[in-house]
Each structure stands twice: as structure tokens, then as C-alpha cells.
């Protein structure tokens, strides 16, 4: 699906600011499944602590942050790493994906996953934490319906590295 003025590209050393600021409203959607967990308490300014390692996404090779623009607006953002949530290595591992509630449901996330996919052929990883059902459906849908995609498997895994669904798939 193309979607009028989306572009999907990676981001410059100069827009890590975006991408942090972005992470805010990531943060706040997860802090809502995380409602029984002390992780994601805002700290005292009223705003979430820095995402730890932001700044390795642009010095090490094996990292790639990505910006979502419509209209050269920020409509989200994702964080593609090679860490693997199973025991199996994967070439390409989603760390961090999002969109922001505005533009949601309109296929910005699909187009921007098949945008990342299309970057790089090997192995892929999409993990997805168990309560967070809207981004297990979403993962499924993005996977299924990328041409390029075989061999994908969804394992439910729960230990002490995951809890929650683990796809996986070949690109290319
Ligand atoms: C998950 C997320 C990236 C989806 O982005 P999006 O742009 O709204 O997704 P799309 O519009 O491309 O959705 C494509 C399909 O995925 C599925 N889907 C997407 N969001 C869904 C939801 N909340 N519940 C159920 N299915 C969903 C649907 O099949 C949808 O097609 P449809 O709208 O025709 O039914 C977005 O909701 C988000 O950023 N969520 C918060 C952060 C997050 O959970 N990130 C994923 C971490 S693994």
C-alpha cells in the first residue's frame, strides 16, 4: 500500500532529537501495558528517562534508526537492531516500531515495515510482548502480506529473555 507523501528513510545523526522525542509517546503507549510494572513512571520533569543506548543506533553498523515523515512531518519511527528475543540469530531484529495515534490505521506501520524489509534480505525478527495484541495482529498482517516473505514462524515463547510472540522470516 503507498501512502500520499509517507516517506520512510533512515534518520541522520542530527534527527536522533526526533526520534527521542518520538520515544516519549512510544514510552506512554507501552506504560499503559505496563500498568502493573515499575518500569515507565514519568521522572520528576514529567517526562520519561532517555532510552538507554539511543546514541549506538548511529556508531555501530549492526544498528538503524529509521524516520516515518508524511509530508515531511514525523509520523513515527523504528529501531532495527540484530538481538535476537529466541534462540534463533536473525540477520534483522525489530527493536522498536511506531506510529503515532494520529495516523494510525491507515497503513503508515504497514508500508513502513515492508519500507525496512525491503532494505535488507535475510532473516528478520519481529518480537512482540504478550499483552500487546493490536502489534501481534499488526506484525502478522505486515509479514503475510510482503511479497518477499517465506518460511515465517511465530513462536510463543516465556523465559526469562521473553514473554510473548516471536516471528520470523525470510526476506528476499
Ligand atoms: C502497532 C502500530 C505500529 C500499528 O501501526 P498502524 O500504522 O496503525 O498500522 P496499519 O494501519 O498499517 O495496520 C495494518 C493492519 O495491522 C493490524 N492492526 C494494526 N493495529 C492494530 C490494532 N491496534 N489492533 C488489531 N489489529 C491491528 C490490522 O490488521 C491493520 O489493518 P486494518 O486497519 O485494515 O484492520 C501502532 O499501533 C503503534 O505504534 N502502536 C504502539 C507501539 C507498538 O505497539 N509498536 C509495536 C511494538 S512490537
Known amino acids: 500500500m503507498s501512502i500520499d507523501g509517507?516517506?520512510?528513510?533512515?534518520?541522520?545523526?542530527?534527527e536522533a532529537p526526533i526520534i527521542g522525542n518520538l520515544m516519549q509517546f512510544y514510552?506512554?503507549?507501552f506504560s499503559a501495558l505496563w500498568f502493573d510494572r515499575a518500569e515507565a513512571e514519568l521522572e520528576a520533569d514529567g517526562r520519561f528517562s532517555d532510552y538507554?543506548?539511543?546514541?549506538?543506533?548511529?556508531s555501530d553498523p549492526s544498528r538503524q534508526p529509521w524516520?516515518?515523515?508524511i509530508d515531511g512531518r514525523p509520523v513515527?519511527?523504528?529501531l532495527v537492531n540484530d538481538v535476537a528475543h529466541a534462540p534463533t540469530p536473525v540477520d534483522r531484529a525489530v527493536a522498536e516500531f511506531f506510529v503515532v495515534r494520529k495516523h494510525r490505521r491507515r497503513g503508515v506501520?504497514?508500508?513502513a515495515a515492508h519500507a525496512l524489509f525491503g532494505s535488507t534480505w535475510g532473516v528478520w525478527e519481529a518480537?512482540?510482548?504478550r499483552r500487546n495484541a493490536g502489534a501481534l495482529a499488526f506484525w502478522?498482517?505486515?509479514a503475510e502480506s510482503y511479497p518477499g516473505v517465506r518460511d515465517l514462524v511465530e513462536e510463543d515463547r516465556r523465559d526469562a529473555q521473553w514473554d510473548g510472540a516471536v516471528l520470523r522470516f525470510r526476506v528476499g
Not at 9 to 14: F, K, L, N, Q, T
Not at 52 to 58: D, R
Open 140 to 142: 502478522r498482517q505486515a
Open 52 to 58: 538507554p543506548g539511543l546514541e549506538t543506533y548511529w
Open 76 to 78: 513515527g519511527f523504528a
Open 27 to 29: 514510552i506512554h503507549d
Open 6 to 14: 509517507l516517506v520512510v528513510s533512515r534518520a541522520r545523526a542530527e
Open 109 to 111: 506501520g504497514l508500508a
Open 67 to 69: 524516520l516515518f515523515r
Open 127 to 129: 518480537a512482540v510482548v
